[in-house]
């Protein structure tokens, strides 16, 4: 029976599971490989303290030599190697048995990929737009990657895709997986390898090593192929791992057939399902998803002495995730997790009702393909539109043109709400650009806007936004932010911009609608000139957290009424308070930058803060000050220093 997961269709194989040691290693990379040429670099893993074995490493090398490459071996330091106390990946590669030269004698540079950025070959729909790559991988004439056979705590597995998000520096406010999809995409490696020589098995082998003689190495064109296969192995479902589930969905299953056994191993333990609901409930936040990565194994060799937390809440950490691969074991650390796991969201929702300015904003790529639309989808949506119209036009006028009207058509929402600005629509249309309209609009967290075609007579464009979840309060029930992706249509006349779209996917399910028009008209202002009227209609469904959903609010009108009503007078009184500050110059964005993955890890801010309390220079009874303050300083930006006693 062929493996779950893992393509197998006839034809020479996309990959070759290896059991022979170095020799059917290097005939498996020339059979898949044959025209390994030029300048080649080999990505490998070198996160301790499970880096990819220096021998599988030198194999691979050996076989680029003998095709005439020449090898650069090289990695990138990311927030989990430093939050471990590790500040040089030439360090991380000699502790790796890597020293330059293969037993063979061949000769290949170790280099840090962070040392030489690029800007990344992406187009402005993906997450790495705007962003940088290493150019040695970029320019390279062939790449390879080789990742460590590990079990994970949050993901069940990491392999290959995981190794490959050490060519670009870490995307602050983007998810790792969205990372994997572009660089798989427009900088794919030729060659994949995974050493499963000795598999780290247990709750989180990625990070506690629990070496299980497993002698295999798989070898495949397609990394995505190589993690199925790896998942294969190790008797999980592909899609535990997010970086492999996000792959799929916007790439598609892997392709070809692997040649080989990939029956499981027999002796290798992983994380009980609970333990990995618990902890990827937990690291939502990615400040205490740092936290949970330092505080899981170590210290490792040769790494700087962690914080004074830190180091006090490892071993805690350590053990509980050490336990958690049966029923019983799990216990301590779902406890431990489903802690974290309430205060991170109880936290967010508090900053989503409460405290918006406390809610990281996010990078994300487009999401869909606005291709896969053809332009009539496009162009015809005002027609699909006039639908929306003929609704609120046949609704009672308010007695305030200002007010809300709404009713509920097919359990969604069609509504239209108005504002006159005391502004010249000449120069209302000249700072606010309609096209940009939508990410105007109040709760905005994040998203991605690009131009579809170069018709001059058409403006068209699709775009993603994420917003806070609607009604804000929802989020204290569970509810997921509004994550919607649009195709849209720009209408500029000299009385009239307009903005019309129409939602195609919400990649969460946090919305069946969302569609609707933006429209800035030109009206009589006072003094004779000109005034602009905003109105914005539209028709929206969103997916209600199930609890919400259970009490069918719908089936109390006198309940559901005045709450949908008061929902959206805030929302689109907001929005418009927006609009008018980009007309006036003003700030108005909520939310903060999303945590900087350089800075330092929250521990060491508790650290920092609890050393400014308790810190008194020795011998002070006068109550001198002492002149020497700590130069660090803490996630907030505020630097810590010693008091008088």
């Given at each position: 029976m062929r493996p779950s997961g893992v393509a197998n269709p006839g034809g020479p194989p996309a990959g070759i599971v290896v059991r022979g040691g170095s020799p059917a290693l290097a005939e498996a990379v020339r059979r898949l490989v044959?025209?390994?040429?030029?300048?080649?670099?080999?990505?490998?893993?070198?996160?301790?303290?499970?880096?990819?074995?220096?021998?599988?490493?030198?194999?691979?090398?050996?076989?680029?030599?003998?095709?005439?490459?020449?090898?650069?071996?090289?990695?990138?330091?990311?927030?989990?190697?430093?939050?471990?106390?590790?500040?040089?990946?030439?360090?991380?590669?000699?502790?790796?048995?890597?020293?330059?030269?293969?037993?063979?004698?061949?000769?290949?540079?170790?280099?840090?990929?962070?040392?030489?950025?690029?800007?990344?070959?992406?187009p402005p729909s993906g997450a790495l737009a705007e962003q940088v790559v290493a150019r040695t991988w970029s320019d390279a004439d062939t790449r390879v990657v080789i990742g460590r056979a590990v079990t994970d705590l949050v993901d069940a597995y990491a392999g290959c895709l995981d190794t490959l998000l050490r060519v670009v520096p870490e995307v602050a406010g983007c998810e790792p997986a969205d990372v994997a999809v572009d660089v798989l995409r427009h900088l794919a490696p030729h060659l994949a390898v995974v050493d499963a020589t000795v598999t780290s098995g247990g709750a989180d082998g990625n990070r506690i090593l629990d070496a299980r003689q497993t002698g295999t190495v798989v070898v495949?064109?397609?990394?995505?192929?190589?993690?199925?296969?790896?998942?294969?192995?190790?008797?999980?479902?592909?899609?535990?791992?997010?970086?492999?589930?996000?792959?799929?969905?916007?790439?598609?299953?892997?392709?070809?057939?692997?040649?080989?056994?990939?029956?499981?191993?027999?002796?290798?333990?992983?994380?009980?399902?609970?333990?990995?609901?618990?902890?990827?409930?937990?690291?939502?936040?990615?400040?205490l998803a740092r936290v949970l990565s330092a505080a899981t194994g170590g210290p490792d060799a040769g790494s700087a002495p962690a914080d004074t937390v830190l180091a006090a809440v490892r071993p805690v950490v350590t053990e509980a995730v050490r336990g958690a691969t049966d029923a019983v074991g799990q216990a301590a650390l779902v406890g431990l997790l489903g802690v974290a796991g309430a205060l991170t969201e109880g936290g967010q929702a508090w900053a989503a009702t409460m405290d918006k300015g406390r809610v990281d904003r996010r990078v994300v790529p487009l999401g869909f393909d606005p291709g896969a639309h053809p332009v009539t989808d496009y162009d015809d949506l005002p027609q699909l539109?006039?639908?929306?119209?003929?609704?609120?036009?046949?609704?009672?006028?308010?007695?305030?043109?200002?007010?809300?009207?709404?009713?509920?058509?097919?359990?969604?929402?069609?509504?239209?709400?108005?504002?006159?600005v005391a502004a010249d629509f000449d120069a209302w249309i000249e700072r606010v650009d309609v096209a940009e309209g939508i990410s105007l609009m109040a709760d905005y967290v994040g998203g991605r806007r690009v131009a579809v075609g170069e018709d001059p007579a058409r403006e068209r464009q699709a775009e993603r936004n994420l917003y806070l979840a609607q009604p804000n309060y929802v989020a204290a029930w569970g509810g997921e932010p509004i994550d919607v992706c649009k195709i849209e249509l720009v209408e500029r006349g000299p009385d009239r911009h307009r903005l019309l779209w129409r939602t195609v996917h919400s990649p969460n399910g946090s919305a069946v609608h969302d569609d609707g028009m933006l429209t800035f008209e030109r009206v009589a202002g006072p003094g004779g000139g000109s005034g602009t009227r905003v109105t914005i209609r539209g028709r929206q469904l969103f997916t209600l957290p199930p609890v919400l959903?259970?009490?069918?609010?719908?089936?109390?009108?006198?309940?559901?009424?005045?709450?949908?009503?008061?929902?959206?007078?805030?929302?689109?009184?907001?929005?418009?308070?927006?609009?008018?500050?980009?007309?006036?110059?003003?700030?108005?964005?909520?939310?903060?930058?999303?945590?900087?993955?350089?800075?330092?890890?929250?521990?060491?801010?508790?650290?920092?803060?609890?050393?400014?309390?308790?810190s008194r220079p020795a011998g002070d009874e006068a109550g001198r000050h002492d002149a020497d303050p700590d130069p660090a300083l803490d996630v907030h930006g505020f630097r810590h220093v010693k008091g008088p006693r």
């Open positions: 044959p025209t390994a040429y030029g300048k080649a670099v080999v990505l490998v893993r070198l996160s301790p303290p499970t880096p990819a074995s220096a021998v599988v490493v030198h194999a691979v090398v050996d076989a680029l030599a003998d095709a005439g490459c020449e090898v650069t071996v090289g990695s990138m330091l990311a927030s989990r190697e430093r939050d471990r106390g590790h500040r040089s990946v030439g360090a991380l590669a000699h502790a790796a048995g890597l020293t330059g030269h293969t037993d063979r004698g061949r000769a290949y540079a170790v280099v840090d990929l962070a040392d030489d950025l690029v800007a990344a070959p992406v495949t064109t397609d990394p995505l192929l190589a993690d199925a296969s790896l998942a294969a192995l190790l008797g999980v479902d592909r899609s535990t791992s997010r970086l492999v589930e996000r792959s799929i969905d916007a790439l598609g299953p892997p392709q070809g057939r692997v040649e080989g056994d990939l029956q499981p191993f027999a002796t290798v333990d992983r994380a009980h399902p609970l333990a990995t609901r618990a902890a990827r409930r937990a690291v939502r936040d990615p400040r539109l006039t639908a929306v119209d003929a609704v609120i036009d046949a609704l009672p006028q308010p007695a305030d043109e200002e007010d809300l009207r709404w009713c509920v058509v097919d359990g969604a929402t069609v509504f239209e709400v108005t504002r006159v959903d259970a009490a069918d609010l719908t089936s109390l009108p006198e309940l559901h009424g005045p709450l949908l009503e008061e929902a959206y007078r805030r929302f689109f009184t907001s929005t418009f308070d927006n609009l008018e500050a980009r007309f006036e110059g003003r700030e108005f964005r909520i939310g903060r930058p999303p945590p900087d993955p350089t800075e330092p890890l929250l521990t060491e801010s508790v650290r920092m803060l609890v050393d400014g309390l308790t």
